[in-house]
């Protein structure tokens, strides 16, 4: 049974940062490329970051450069989204998606959420 299962997501302050985790199984991790898409309320999902099978390249949309660090380690089949200077407009349901490679194969995991605000939260540095 392929699985994809994200972790992380929290209520954090602005300025605050996480570490989402994206643990795969049921498949071959390493043969898949592996992105991360956000959804924020009433928006359309989009993608936020992006790493090839080796982690040799990785994208990042324009509006989260510089503040979002995508890696992965294949030998955990894990993926990670490190999210720093978090504002408002960071809070979403945060998702990660597998695309195999040559083949019509993709595979969603069921999102995490993360949620920015003044409010109640505590202000949050998620390390290794």
């Known amino acids: 049974q392929v699985q994809l299962v994200e972790s992380g997501g929290g209520l954090v302050q602005p300025g605050g940062s996480l570490r989402l985790s994206c643990v795969g199984s049921?498949?071959?991790?390493?043969?898949?490329?592996m992105k991360w898409y956000r959804q924020a309320p009433g928006k359309d999902r989009e993608m936020v970051a992006g790493v090839t099978i080796d982690g040799g390249r990785k994208n990042y949309a324009e509006s989260v450069k510089g503040r979002f660090t995508i890696s992965r380690d294949n030998r955990r089949s894990t993926v990670y989204l490190q999210i720093n200077q978090l504002n408002v407009e960071s809070t979403a349901v945060y998702y990660c998606?597998?695309?195999?490679?040559?083949?019509?194969?993709?595979?969603w995991g069921e999102g995490t959420q993360v949620a920015v605000s003044w409010g109640q939260g505590t202000q949050v540095t998620a390390s290794w």
């Open positions: 049921g498949f071959t991790f390493s043969y898949y490329v």
């Open positions: 998606k597998a695309e195999g490679q040559g083949s019509n194969s993709e595979y």
